[in-house]
């Protein structure tokens, strides 16, 4: 996990199997936190050829920041998801196209992509059929922020349509009965929508009235539905709270794999697979429906801004710019220190 703080400064915390938090000073560091307090499940400052950041991309096992107009990769130096060939240091620079600055990064868990100040788009990683360098024409128009899962990859674009590519395997393009997409094309099924959150195996959208629709794989109710009547869900369908009311009012979304979590009148909710763990942060013990999403409890009366899940579990920020992350935190994912909480915990970000 990685995170930045108001002056820019790159803070990053837990697996560091591929030198994905470190940029290769600690690879190998995979030790998992069985006696909390545990170094690697706090958090610590980037590598140093990028100690300030103003946007990220991070996915399992690498990272990449964008520092005024250049994008700096580290981690895994497999499946190009770095960008380019990293130095001797362990960092990869990715190349600028026709010389011109970096202003936009954006992506995760399986690729990433980065738009140039002259509107040019440069792309590494899962992509399947987009192009490595292209200009932002056609479906792309409007392109802002981009998801991608496994073999499937979406973006709201700024007129807010859903566009995706890839295999609609277990509905996860949301796309109906069309099947696969080898080419960006916009879902015409679906409301319009402002944010977007693909996951590995499906995906949730938020729409222009601020309710939420998921699709794709629900086995454990992570679609937002209930997985006995639908274990994949082909069209987008709206997502429920516990009084079996939509949600409403919702800013963000975020998915992964058998979790989701948005960010709905000011509070953090989530809903899917829960459990001991604590995937969706409500505690143990909650009986709740595990497709029906739940509000996280805090005392304090916080009000979030973002969020964000990982595999096991999630984080969110407060409108006081405080970070609370839930879940399994075997490798210090949790960033508190410990091995992982059901409930959320503060991550408390110290100056090195």
Sequence with gaps: MCAT????????????????????????????????????ARPTRGPSEMRTADELSVGFDWTCARDAGEIRCWGRDEGNFLGARPATNGIATVAQLDNAKWKRLTGGHRGSCGISSDGLLACWGDLGGLPQNSALTGELVGLSSIQFGDDARCFAREDHKRVCWGRDTEARLGNGPDGDYPNPTVILVGSEITAIGQ??????????????ECWGNNTQGQSGTDPVSASVLHDPTVVRGVN?????????????????????????????????????????????????A???????????????????????????????????????????????????????????
Excluded at 17 to 27: D, F, P, S
Excluded at 199 to 212: I, K
Aim: proline share 4%.
């Design 5 to 40: 703080t108001d002056n820019r400064e790159l803070y990053c915390w837990g697996y560091d199997n591929k030198g994905q938090i470190t940029g290769g000073r600690g690879v190998g560091e995979d030790v998992r936190c069985t006696a909390p307090p545990c170094s690697a």
């Design 244 to 292: 079996g009311r939509e949600l409403a009012n919702c800013t963000a979304v975020a998915s992964h794999t058998e979790h989701s979590c948005a960010i709905c009148d000011g509070a953090a909710v989530c809903w899917g697979a829960h459990p001991e763990a604590g995937y969706t942060g409500r505690g143990v013990g909650n009986t709740a429906a595990r497709q029906q």
């Design 294 to 352: 739940v509000r996280i409890d805090l005392d304090g009366g916080h009000q979030f801004v973002e969020i964000a899940t990982y595999v096991r579990g999630g984080c969110a920020v407060d409108s006081n710019g405080a970070l609370f992350c839930w879940g399994d935190g075997t490798y210090g994912e949790n960033g508190d220190g410990g091995a992982g909480s059901p409930v959320p915990l503060p991550v408390t970000i110290m100056a090195r």
């Design 199 to 212: 996951g590995t195996n499906h995906g949730c959208a938020v729409t222009v009235l601020g309710n939420l």
